[in-house]
């Protein structure tokens, strides 16, 4: 057994011998005891302390007595909030989102990492990464239903975004 369960097996018995060898409830009853009525005590002189202006004096059933929930002052729902000497910071104003109006559909970015150039005869042809699967470019031919390869020009591939008819361009440099 390790230290730590030792300990908590001693302290279980300490537990189950407190509980055995404790009194009966029976045995805890307190007696009530008649306070005589004030008339039928001896008259006795009472010094009142004098309270400095604007205080008032506070008995000792109002200091030690309960007070119900709903008296309470404030608004305590907060209880545990993170308080700052610093002032709030200030608030800023979220800007309205767009109207439809306001903003043109823009093209994705192209899909597209081209990879190498294929040259045959006069025509040019790029080796590139589409989505993952490997593709070759030729001018005029579309990619997909979504993208066309329009020209292979000197340091760049021209595509359109065919559902708005966008065009985008990918420059390539002769190491590719």
Sequence with gaps: MTQRRVMLVLALAATLLAVYFAPAKEDAVVQVVERPAVSDAA??????????????????????????????????????AALS??????????????????????????P???LGRYQEGDRTAMFATFNGDSVVLWPGENINPEWRVDAIEAGQVVLTYLPLGQKQSLPWTASQ
Excluded: I, M
């Design 85 to 110: 000497w610093e002032p709030p910071p200030a608030r800023v104003e979220a800007p309205p989102p767009p109207t439809a109006e306001s903003v043109a559909p823009r093209a994705p970015p192209a």
């Design 43 to 80: 008259p006795r002189p009472v010094s009142v302390p004098v309270q400095p202006e604007g205080r008032r004096s506070v008995g000792a059933a109002e200091v030690l007595g309960l007070r119900s929930r709903d008296d309470l002052d404030g608004d305590d729902s907060n209880l545990f």
């Design 112 to 114: 597209l990492q081209l």
